[in-house]
């Protein structure tokens, strides 16, 4: 309970922060807004940032990173980024190992081997 | 030799007619695969026999990769550091803007490459190794793997990887490409500290690097953009950014001789006034203020609402510092120069 209040207050505070830091600098416009401007499916709400942080933050706990590698891989990524893991972090390619295609082609082979055109493993 | 056991009743046939229009569907597929490869382009062979080489640990193909190119790119840094970064144990693998990610933790900018073989062969060309995604698998079926590429063999039309276990495995070009185009063509280069890649337009190296600038560290994000400057000196955006980045950057007067020469290639350029008009503001400069940002509604009209609301803003600015100094002081003639 503690810590769930403990969290939004953190929460209200780090928005209270970006808010700020957001108004001293208002008169300019940034190069990543200019560009993002230019294409249109970059444009990010700035409300969503926060939460979804904490959306992808929870998913990569949940998938086997540890809480102090979670925070800092998060810090990494860029919103846009942040908002596409969001989304697609169970289905984005994952690279991970070539011995996977043996896998397979054996998986390929026993069927092809049980609805009886080869005769691959029998003969051996 | 047939086992006496196995007659062929008619089941058995019906089942073997099936099977048959598998095999022949499976056939159609993969030639359909295979039919998407072009031709190797007419480049000379090149291998960066430099590159290090990381044998990877099981399912750990994305640190391994990384390492290669990170440490090609003269950074410290071994797989088993970079896993933690990257690695995502329930997947079993990592992600490619996760890979990104990391490579901007080393102080490094990566850029993905414009979509195809041609630029894979410039970077070869140019020195730089070129991380892969391959989809070795199919593509309702996908094995996704990361690896190095590190040269070209065009006489026997052969790619040269750092893969996997093998230090140097050599693909066919149609096997490579079918298996690379099933991954979207996506490769990654991370340059040494103050290059960039070779391939790659003047408008998509500068949106890589808008993308990950408010990422990277202050004088990493400088560095590429003075390079982009050099590389195109006329590009609107690239004199924008980086005029941005320097002035960000404690250093007005760079900046402003910047946004002068972009006011010149492009007068129509709203966002680069804004931020020259900002600038001269700050130096206490209102009337070269309102000679760059003419305060005019219809002017900002056909802009999204953030960019609208900034501009009005500096307006408001420069309307209120007249009223108060309606004079320049001398300083601002050289900040300002003679402006179109």
């Known amino acids: 309970m503690l810590n769930t209040r403990l969290v939004v207050l953190l929460q209200i505070l780090a928005l209270l922060v970006a808010s700020t830091v957001g108004t001293a600098q208002a008169a300019v416009i940034g190069t990543a807004d200019h560009f993002a401007q230019q294409s249109r499916n970059e444009q990010l709400g700035v409300i969503d940032a926060a939460l979804t942080r904490d959306t992808v933050q929870q998913q990569m706990v949940a998938m086997g990173v540890s809480h102090a590698d979670a925070m800092a891989r998060i810090g990494a990524l860029s919103d846009a980024e942040l908002q596409q893991l969001a989304q697609n972090i169970e289905t984005l390619p994952a690279g991970s190992s070539a011995l996977g295609v043996l896998g397979a082609l054996f998986l390929v082979l026993l069927v092809l081997e049980i609805v009886g055109v080869t005769n691959v493993f029998t003969k051996l | ?190 340059p040494q500290p103050g290059k960039l890649p070779a391939s790659g337009s003047a408008e998509h190296t500068a949106r890589e690097l808008a993308r990950q600038e408010a990422q990277l560290e202050p004088a990493v994000a400088r560095a590429g953009w003075e390079r982009a400057l050099v590389r195109w ?57 309102a000679a760059v940002l003419p305060p005019t509604a219809e002017f900002v009209a056909g802009h999204p609402p953030p960019i609208r609301d900034t501009i009005t803003l500096t307006a408001a600015d420069i309307a209120s510092q007249l009223a108060t100094n309606p004079d320049d002081p001398a300083h601002c003639r050289e900040l300002a120069g003679d402006l179109p």
């Open chain 2, 1 to 190: 030799m047939r086992a006496p056991w196995r007659r062929h009743t008619a089941v058995q046939r019906e089942a073997a007619t099936a099977s048959n229009i598998l095999v022949l569907a499976l056939l159609t597929l993969l030639t359909a695969c295979a039919g998407v490869t072009t031709p190797p382009p007419d480049r000379a062979a090149t291998e960066l026999v430099a590159v290090p080489f990381f044998p990877q640990a099981e399912y750990q193909c994305g640190p391994a990769a990384l390492a290669t190119v990170l440490v090609h790119s003269g950074v410290t840094t071994t797989p088993e550091a970079l896993a933690p970064e990257v690695y995502l144990p329930d997947r079993l693998g990592s992600l490619q803007l996760e890979l990104r990610a990391s490579a901007r933790r080393a102080g490094r900018i990566p850029f993905t490459l414009p979509v195809g073989p041609e630029a894979l062969l410039a970077e070869l060309e140019a020195g730089n190794p070129v991380l892969v995604l391959q989809n070795l698998g199919l593509r309702s079926l996908p094995r996704w793997h990361y690896a190095v590429v590190i040269g070209f063999e065009p006489a026997q039309q052969r790619i040269i990887l750092r893969s996997g276990t093998e230090r140097r495995r050599l693909e066919r070009w149609s096997r490579f490409m079918a298996s690379w185009e099933r991954a979207g063509f996506w490769g990654l280069v991370i």
């Open chain 2, 233 to 289: 000196p006329g590009e609107a955006d690239i004199l924008f950014a980086t005029a941005n980045v320097r002035r960000a950057q404690g250093d007005p007067h760079g900046a402003a001789a910047l946004y002068r020469r972009l006011l010149f290639t492009a007068p129509e350029h709203l966002a680069g006034r804004n931020n020259f008009a900002d600038l001269l503001l700050s130096a206490s400069c209102p009337v070269a203020a």
